[in-house]
């Protein structure tokens, strides 16, 4: 039995069981025998496995709609949680998860007309918010654009299919394209033609980071104006290998001060010098990684978590922090 050792995870679910949903794709289904109370399209924090390590996984199942809570994951070759999650969980086994967390769900964010974005793994919290749309709110308007590498890697296919024709779906392959499938990646003008009534849409996108930047481009300049993003893969580290500028971390009262480099994030620099953090996401989403600086300057590309009053006081989520001085940290 898998025990508790992170104390952000305090719900203990079992497993019931694995399904293979694509090559490299599972759906754990978890019995939760207390109440979780989640909204279509947030995230928990799970364990993995006996380690105290985090790692965020969107909740793919819908609220009310399904017996089991489902973590519907990736296998990546030397990750760490996915790995353990695809490859060496089974049923009968315990999972620890966070309560759940996040702003991307329709159910803070109530529309008529969305436009809901996904490529990939991407499509685990549109998937669940499209079904909660589909019984509570049935008039609005959703169009779906999902893209993927090819028709075999289309996730929840049979679930898409049976959304239509309330959900407007197109599925756009870069590899491989059917008679209903597009051939090659989203386009401006691919995208104009599919939502010209983009300015009076809400726009939910969720994909690895480069997609994300790229439809968010072609969105905005399409007119949108309420758009909402899920990071889903985690930032890159930092190579800070030919970046030159050293910089002091201190926290504040220690009397010794630590160094890392200009280039380098807030948490990046925090666990070189040992400076204690919880991690989880990497991707300034959880928010497990709230830190409070005291002075220096600094940028950051996410406050998702953060209250105005956090924010007014000098927190920031280390993983999108990068500083750009020496660091004072609470």
Request: aromatic fraction near 8%; hydrophobic fraction near 40%; include cysteine.
């Amino acid at each position: 039995m898998t025990m508790q050792t992170n104390p952000l995870c305090s719900w203990r679910m079992q497993v019931h069981h694995v399904t293979q949903e694509t090559p490299d794709v599972w759906t754990i289904a978890l019995i939760n025998h207390d109440f979780y109370r989640w909204q279509a399209g947030q995230f928990a924090l799970v364990q993995i496995g006996k380690s105290a390590q985090l790692r965020a996984y969107t909740l793919s199942s819908t609220p009310g709609q399904s017996e089991f809570i489902t973590l519907t994951v990736r296998y990546i070759d030397g990750g760490q949680g996915s790995g353990w999650l695809t490859r060496q969980v089974k049923p009968g086994d315990y999972v620890w998860l966070s309560d759940p967390q996040g702003e991307f769900s329709c159910e803070q964010h109530p529309a008529e007309r969305y436009l809901m974005m996904a490529a990939g793994c991407g499509i685990t919290p549109v998937i669940s918010m499209c079904r909660w749309l589909a019984i509570h709110r049935r008039e609005c308007s959703v169009t779906l654009c999902y893209s993927v590498r090819s028709h075999q890697e289309v996730i929840f296919a049979a679930e898409l299919a049976a959304l239509q024709p309330w959900l407007n779906l197109v599925i756009v392959a870069e590899d491989s394209p059917t008679a209903e499938m597009p051939d090659g990646r989203l386009t401006l003008e691919k995208l104009s033609a599919l939502v010209p009534d983009m300015a009076s849409r809400t726009v939910m996108i969720c994909g690895p980071e480069g997609y994300m930047q790229q439809v968010e481009g072609f969105a905005r300049a399409l007119g949108a104006q309420d758009l909402w993003k899920e990071q889903f893969t985690p930032m890159q580290a930092t190579d800070t290998s030919d970046q030159g500028q050293p910089f002091a971390l201190r926290v504040s009262g220690a009397k010794k001060a630590g160094t890392f480099t200009s280039g380098s994030t807030l948490l990046e620099a925090m666990e070189k010098n040992a400076v204690d953090i919880v991690a989880a996401c990497r991707s300034g989403v959880c928010g497990c990684c709230k830190t409070r600086i005291v002075s220096g300057d600094y940028t950051t590309s996410s406050l998702q978590t953060l209250s105005k009053e956090e924010i007014a006081a000098g927190y920031v989520l280390a993983c999108s922090c990068k500083p750009v001085s020496d660091i004072v940290l609470a």
